[in-house]
């Protein structure tokens, strides 16, 4: 069985660094094409794609957002990090880990983690 | 970046109704491009993916269908759990961007 979590803090301050963990089960970021993606969502609008990391380690950024994101994976522990600096209150909302890579050469997101809301205030 | 452009943002209907809402790409994506169905408070689930593939469990009455900058979802026959808002997303090039959304609601 596939899950994923996210965790990490609910409220954070603007320009403080956001780091987020999301701790997975059920596949392994060591097999052949293996992913693991990051995504956003503010309260009440669409989704936005964040990065993504591949079981060789590759790695792939929002364009808008490269500079502040770095993604990173631990495979002995299952989990993918994903960390955001110089945090802004319009990165408010609710972020998302899911799996990529099972439905071969495809690029769907066919697990997600349930979310977590990130709220950014003073 | 490719920019994903989904109409309308939403609709309305009724239980029974066939119903088909599009996503255009700004180039060509071939056939790499996914739908998923988000309710309130709730992740996205897939629910087609490589344009026209039905992930498994997902009702028959989800269909996809379209290719290079086109593509459309259509429930055949709307069902209560249905209403909810659809985005799809492209898988051709990083990064993968989603469409801005189109929210179906009860008439």
């Known amino acids: 069985q596939v899950t994923l979590r996210e965790s990490g803090p609910a409220l954070v301050k603007p320009t403080q660094t956001l780091t987020l963990t999301c701790t997975f089960s059920g596949f392994s970021l060591s097999t052949s094409g293996m992913c693991v993606s990051w995504i956003r969502q503010p309260p009440g609008k669409a989704l936005e794609w964040l990065a993504r990391?591949?079981?060789?380690?590759?790695?792939y950024y929002s364009t808008s957002l490269k500079t502040r994101l770095t993604i990173s994976k631990d495979t002995s522990k299952n989990q993918v990090v994903l960390t955001m600096t110089n945090m802004d209150p319009v990165d408010t909302a609710t972020y998302y880990c899911?799996?990529?890579?099972?439905?071969?050469?495809?690029?769907?997101?066919?697990?997600w983690g349930q979310g977590t809301l990130v709220t950014v205030s003073s | 970046d490719i920019q994903m452009t989904q109409s309308p943002s939403s609709l309305s209907a009724s239980v029974g109704d066939r119903v088909t809402f599009t996503c255009r790409a700004s180039?060509?994506?071939?056939?790499?491009l996914n739908w998923y169905q988000q309710k309130p408070g709730k992740a996205p689930k897939l629910l087609i993916y490589?344009?026209?593939s039905l992930q498994s469990g997902v009702p028959s009455r989800f269909s996809g269908s379209g290719s290079g900058t086109d593509f459309t979802l259509t429930i055949s026959s709307l069902q209560p759990e249905d209403f909810a808002t659809y985005y799809c997303?492209?898988?051709?090039?990083?990064?993968?961007?989603f469409g801005q959304g189109t929210k179906v609601e009860i008439k």
């Open positions: 180039q060509s994506i071939s056939s790499y």
């Open positions: 997303q492209q898988s051709y090039t990083s990064p993968r961007t």
């Open positions: 899911a799996r990529m890579g099972a439905v071969a050469g495809t690029g769907a997101l066919d697990y």
């Open positions: 490589a344009a026209s």
């Open positions: 990391i591949d079981w060789d380690d590759d790695k």
